[in-house]
């Protein structure tokens, strides 16, 4: 084997001196794991199988950490949470057929929510590609419609280059999914490896990019004579690194800043000008002060339909400037006034020097945000959280405390549903990156999996998995894989017995036909124990912040189980195809009351 | 409205599919599409025709440039242009029935490229309506169509044009503007045996 030594130093297993080496003959599987230790790569997940069994093979010449998943998918949700914590690219490899296929719902997932991810997948050789031989399936027309790009790679010569691309794709513009799909042929045999000369191309940007002195103007014009304007803050601020010229725009302006689900922690949710989450699960003001602004100021999101509402009825008082880094999103929902279509930073850096104090109570701005102030009225003090303890539990007592004990200071990573809703209203992110759902897809059972990925890349975080007792078992086996990474993950699972979100809708819309939304569980304690993973139930709010302790302090890996009201609702609420300001509040009646006068 | 859009992508397995995807996703069907080499090596030219809202047009060409394998994209809209379609039309024909087909031919400017005993073969070029006039007028006259082959529509904007996209890749020193009179005069051989 003629590996140089220097490709195989572990001794520093966080070197990633490839770029150093002389171009040197090594087999296309070498060439793999060669390329990625060159551009950074310290952990992948992966599953092995026939088709990627070159790769394995030559796995432990590499200083490349991998993550033995239980189910592909959970490579890719892994891949996934570690790019989102960290902001650097994830890695999940597979094998051929079933294997890249399990990768499928992980890379949408990923792809819906601009997450840089690159995964890699074996084929069987070449020369039977297409012949439907064993384990064969055609991935890259399969991710056609959700990875940013795919490469079908047959040659040891092409690999270093197609990974080297790869990198540049999932991480340049908007970001997003790449798979390079690698034929066991091009794996075993050999090939020129010189990392140097596989670099790509330069990045070439989106030639409909325009940010140009009459936009840039324009804007600050409108937002000069915004009487009412709001800022819509998205992902876009996380991925671009804007948060301190957002937070400027936003203090200098004063202009408050609404969030979507995926924005939170981009503006401290303890700031005065934070308004809180927008949409379909958005608290009434939020949404009231989008439906009354005459100017919206949208960062970095794309006017998705859960924070729209119908879109013929939304912010119709509203001037709207779009700064987005894709100019696909400009028009595609709501049509706005002014489009800067560039890297959000940049953007409102070149903004940011128009736009003049107002610091002294210059606008009638104080007077808007009074207004806003105003309509927050009882709901402002209505919360579970100040009630009395009835002994009941109820999944916002849950996210409160863990907020509070946690001083915020967490990771936390959601599933979908009725918690994840609640975990956004409860849990009050200040950091950018303290958030981790998948909120464009939708995918249950992403928590377990994007938790370890989250973990991996930063062990020194307090790491928590919230998830309902539907989407914890969709991909519960990875508590194997927290177990024998050894990974200290504390995992709530906000227990209703049911398809709580489903159910609500079935409450709503379909006048409470619980049609197979009931849900039996095993005892998730007992799962956990089994796994060598200790645990507790919770049933009274008494015992929540004594059980959230215990879980911080255990040595290992802790798994809560709260038994919590079963038939509770996410107010408020906008029905799907109503107005952003139609929403359905929290009924008076509810044990959660509203106004302070029936605490 | 219909949106032409003409394309530089990559000549490598799989573009056409990446496009066409495109389309299919936004539920827009493609009238008509056309692919072949262009002026610069490793890079294809197409010509894609499609019905889409007057708004679209500006989302299509962003999402087009998002695709890794598109290199440019120039939504040609109502910019002077010159289109043109290619047709082969195979007619019934015999040593009786052929001179009334050579007068069609000659009066649309187009040329016969194949002859034999039952049947021959019109090549016609021009924009769509002057291929449709000729199709109708064999179809209104005693003549049998055989068989219809159309190309599909390929647009060149008029004048000195050179997409800044790819000047600015450093391409695009084919500066001799191909004037509309050198693309319209059809020269129309009678008989061309092959």
Known sequence: ?599 | MLHTFVAYVEDKPGVLTRVASLFRRLNINIISLTVGRSERNGLSRLTLVCEASAEAGDRIRASLFKLENVLDVDDIAGAPAVTRELALIKVAATRHTRSAIFELVEVFRARIVDLTAESLMIEMTGVESKIEGLIQVLNESDSRILEICRSGKMTMRRGHHTSGVLRAMGAGENDDAVTDESRTVEEAAAIEPE
């Open chain 1, 1 to 599: 084997m003629s590996i140089p030594s220097k490709t195989i130093s572990t001794a520093n297993p966080k070197s990633s001196n490839a770029h150093h080496n002389p171009p040197t003959r090594l087999t296309g599987a070498e060439i793999i794991w060669a390329t990625l230790v060159g551009e950074g790569v310290t952990e992948v997940f992966g599953y092995p199988g026939g088709a990627i069994l070159p790769a394995y093979d030559a796995l432990r010449k590499f200083p490349i950490h991998h993550v033995l998943v239980r189910h592909e998918q959970g490579a890719a949700h892994m891949a996934d949470g570690y790019a989102r914590a960290s902001g650097k690219v994830g890695v999940a490899i597979a094998t051929s057929g079933p294997g890249a296929t399990n990768l499928v719902t992980g890379i949408a997932t990923a792809m819906l929510d601009s997450i840089p991810m690159v995964c890699i997948t074996g084929n069987v050789s070449s020369k039977i590609l297409g012949t439907d031989a064993f384990q064969e399936v055609d991935i890259t027309g399969i991710t056609l419609p959700v990875t940013k790009h795919n490469f079908l790679i047959n040659r040891a010569e092409d690999i270093a280059a197609a990974i080297r691309y790869a990198f540049q794709i999932a991480t340049s513009g908007r970001p997003g999914p790449v798979l390079v799909d690698i034929t066991k042929d091009a794996q075993q045999g050999s090939a020129i490896f010189d990392f140097a000369a596989a670099k790509p191309k330069a990045y070439r940007p989106h030639p409909m990019l325009r940010v140009e002195e009459p936009g840039l103007a324009e804007a600050a014009e409108l937002i000069r004579n915004a009487k009412r304007p709001v800022i819509l803050a998205g992902h876009g601020v996380i991925q671009s690194g804007a948060m301190e010229p957002l937070r400027s725009l936003a203090e200098r302006a004063e202009i408050p800043v609404a969030l979507t689900l995926l924005g939170l922690g981009c503006f401290p949710a303890s700031h005065p000008l934070n308004l809180g989450m927008m949409g379909m699960h958005g608290e009434a003001w939020v949404n009231h002060a989008i439906q009354e602004a005459d100017l919206l100021i949208a960062c970095g999101m794309r006017f998705d339909d859960r924070v729209t509402g119908t879109t013929s009825t939304y912010a119709t008082k509203a001037k709207k400037i779009h700064i987005e880094v894709d100019p696909a999103e400009i028009n595609k929902n709501i049509k706005v006034d002014v489009a800067l279509v560039g890297d959000l930073t940049e953007v409102l850096e070149q903004l940011l020097p128009r736009i003049s104090s107002r610091g002294q109570g210059g606008r009638e701005g104080s007077g808007w945000l009074k207004t806003i102030e105003t309509s927050k009225g009882a709901c402002a003090v209505r919360d579970i959280k100040n009630l009395p303890d009835s002994g009941h539990l109820y999944a916002a007592h849950v996210m409160h405390d863990l907020w509070r004990i946690t001083g915020g200071n967490a990771i936390v990573v959601t599933d979908v549903g009725q918690h994840q809703m609640w975990e956004a209203q409860y849990f009050h992110h200040e950091q950018p990156r303290s958030l981790i759902t998948s909120g464009g897809l939708g995918t249950m059972g992403f928590a377990l999996p994007a938790a370890i990925g989250a973990k991996v890349a930063c062990p020194e975080k307090e790491v928590w998995v919230i998830a309902g007792d539907g989407g914890f078992q969709m991909t519960s086996p990875e508590l194997s894989t927290i177990a024998q990474e050894n990974l200290k993950i504390n995992i709530a699972i906000i227990n209703n017995g049911y398809l709580g979100m489903v159910r609500q809708w079935q409450e709503f819309f379909y006048e409470k036909n619980y049609e197979s939304t009931p849900l039996v569980s095993p005892d998730f304690v007992k799962l956990a124990d089994a796994h060598g993973i200790a645990g507790r139930a919770v049933r009274t709010r008494a015992e929540v912040e004594g059980a959230v302790q215990e879980a911080r302090s255990a040595p290992g890996a802790y798994l809560l189980n709260f038994m919590v009201a079963q038939e509770d609702s996410v107010y408020p609420m906008i029905p799907a195809g109503s107005a952003l300001h139609e929403m359905i509040r929290r009924p008076g009646k509810n044990p959660l009351v509203e106004s302070p006068d029936e605490v």
